[in-house]
């Protein structure tokens, strides 16, 4: 492991466990709540993790760029080689309900790929880490996304009207469909295995997925749009249509569906 990535490795996953304490309090307590927009709420909770990994990520790193959730967006990070990509709490609709299916994202992201990340689930201490080309782990152990092949029986994350909607040509298979709050949780049960696939068609923004892009491209699996389109980091807008990701033979599977069709 290069020395770079070893010492940002560490560096992240200190402070996450320091972000997973606040946390853990807020999730305890009664965090203040307000929305953003429609349908999109914050809580205090998230405000206090994003200060926290700013303070110590930016401190340890000051020449690295930052994009985060719920920092207002500086557009100097796009002149950055390197920098942090965050999401304080990935699921906070989850935390405001008091499912413990949120996590704590942080990717060091080069030249527009993730090559360092954690995401962290405190309340289940599961701990999900990867630097690129030493593979991904979960709490120390080696994840290697699932072999599966067929669409038939698979065990797919995804929002079940997106697979029931009458406008796909051909009716999806019976598949064990599941749900989770968090995108980045999400990806991350890929990389562990723990589901076959995870497919969301709807735009999501740099920081929901960079962290667990890596972990899945590190257990084997492969992170694309719907059209099988490369993800792209540190992006003026940094945002995605869409996200897939799978190993390499059932993520065939999808794109024979999917790389065809026109979002809204």
């Known amino acids: 492991m290069p020395g770079t990535e070893r010492g940002d490795l560490e560096l992240v996953t200190a402070a996450l466990r320091q972000a997973g304490e606040i946390a853990r309090a807020g999730f ?32 340890a790193r000051p020449d690295y760029g930052w994009l985060s959730e719920e920092t207002a967006d500086d557009p100097a990070r796009l002149a950055r080689r390197r920098l942090f990509i965050v999401d ?9 309900k008091r499912r413990p299916e949120f996590v704590i994202c942080v990717a060091v992201v080069e030249d527009g790929v993730p090559v360092t990340s954690g995401v962290y689930n405190p309340m289940t201490d599961e701990m999900f880490t990867a630097v690129a080309g ?6 120390g152990a080696r994840l290697s996304v699932t072999a599966r092949e067929a669409l038939p029986g698979c065990r797919m994350l995804v929002a079940r009207d997106v697979i029931e909607h009458k406008a796909w040509p051909e009716p ?17 049960l890929v990389a562990n295995g723990h589901y076959d696939c995870m497919m ?13 892009t890596l972990l899945v491209q590190e257990a084997g699996g492969l992170v694309t749009s719907h059209a099988g389109e ?3 980091y540190n992006q003026a807008h940094p945002s995605h249509r869409s996200v897939v990701c ?19």
């Open 230 to 232: 490369r993800l792209v």
């Open 200 to 212: 969301a068609l709807s735009t999501k923004q740099e920081w929901d997925t960079a962290a667990a």
């Open 134 to 139: 030493e593979g991904a782990f979960l709490n």
């Open 28 to 59: 305890a307590g009664a965090p203040q709540v307000w929305e953003k927009s429609k349908g999109n709420p914050v809580t205090e909770t998230d405000i206090a993790v994003d200060r926290h990994l700013a303070s110590v990520l930016g401190a």
């Open 88 to 96: 304080p709490i990935d699921g906070t609709i989850a935390f405001i």
């Open 246 to 264: 799978a190993g390499p033979a059932l993520h065939k599977a999808i794109m024979a569906r999917t790389d065809r069709i026109k979002l809204p």
């Open 172 to 188: 999806w298979p019976a598949m064990d469909v599941g749900k989770r709050a968090s995108i980045a949780y999400r990806m991350a």
